[in-house]
């Protein structure tokens, strides 16, 4: 389903999907308290160790995408679809020898003048970096996005969780995951301009 750079290192698995518009507000006001960067297991002893979670972004110039229909037009009747992600939320917990991370992020979507179906697919990455901006390891998904009758935009929740084999005395705070679309070189020259 992607490309696992290194399946010694990390593994990445999406959890479940949760699919209306209706449903993704609701989570997003319940997720809206969590923080990209969390701290685990802080007491008052002071034997104990501060372990770190991963942080969590969205890629830049990845965090949108805009489908145009077949031909050279690329004015706003020549969209199709267009989509970006939300807002990440993470959490995580430490196993024995790991760290487990679970981002969640909306996809909303917008259905486009040249749309000519009821459903969008997007492609979008989760890939984990390590300190020094190394990829560990990433996965392409693959989503789709229905809007109802006389609806013009739409989202889900996506959930991912990622697993991550931690040295002897080392935190998650050393790693990243990034989320983002995985986009054409075209897509890529118009989300920069």
Same mark, same amino acid.
């Given at each position: 389903?992607?490309?696992?750079?290194?399946?010694?290192?990390?593994?990445?698995?999406?959890?479940?999907k949760?699919?209306?518009?209706?449903?993704?507000?609701?989570?997003?006001?319940?997720?809206?308290?969590?923080?990209?960067?969390?701290?685990?297991?802080?007491?008052?002893?002071?034997?104990?160790?501060?372990?770190?979670?991963?942080?969590?972004?969205?890629?830049?110039?990845?965090?949108?995408?805009?489908?145009?229909?077949?031909?050279?037009?690329?004015?706003?009747?020549d969209?199709?679809?267009q989509?970006?992600?939300?807002?990440?939320?993470?959490?995580?917990?430490?196993? *024995? @020898? #790991? +760290?487990?991370?679970?981002?969640? /992020?909306?996809?909303?979507?917008?259905?486009?003048?040249?749309? %000519? $179906?009821?459903?969008?697919?997007?492609?979008?990455?989760?890939?984990?970096?390590d300190? *020094? @901006? #190394? +990829?560990?390891?990433?996965?392409? /998904?693959?989503?789709?996005?229905?809007?109802?009758?006389?609806? %013009? $935009?739409?989202?889900?929740?996506?959930?991912?969780?990622?697993?991550?084999?931690?040295r *002897?005395?080392?935190?998650?705070?050393?790693?990243?995951?990034?989320?983002?679309?995985?986009?054409?070189?075209?897509?890529?020259?118009?989300?920069?301009?």
């Open positions: 389903m992607g490309n696992n750079v290194d399946n010694n290192v990390t593994s990445i698995s999406r959890t479940s949760i699919s209306r518009y209706l449903a993704l507000a609701l989570a997003a006001g319940l997720l809206a308290a969590c923080s990209s960067l969390s701290v685990i297991g802080l007491g008052e002893d002071e034997g104990e160790k501060v372990q770190l979670c991963p942080a969590a972004s969205i890629l830049g110039n990845a965090e949108r995408v805009a489908q145009f229909k077949q031909g050279s037009g690329r004015d706003l009747i969209v199709m679809f989509a970006e992600i939300g807002k990440l939320n993470m959490s995580c917990r430490y196993l *024995k @020898g #790991r +760290v487990v991370t679970d981002i969640s /992020f909306e996809l909303i979507a917008e259905r486009g003048p040249a749309a %000519r $179906s009821r459903t969008g697919e997007f492609d979008y990455f989760v890939a984990i970096s300190a *020094k @901006g #190394r +990829v560990l390891a990433k996965e392409n /998904f693959h989503s789709k996005i229905a809007f109802p009758e006389n609806r %013009r $935009s739409a989202g889900i929740l996506e959930e991912i969780e990622q697993s991550i084999p931690l *002897k005395d080392e935190d998650g705070g050393g790693y990243e995951i990034l989320v983002g679309f995985q986009l054409t070189e075209e897509q890529m020259k118009f989300n920069r301009r």
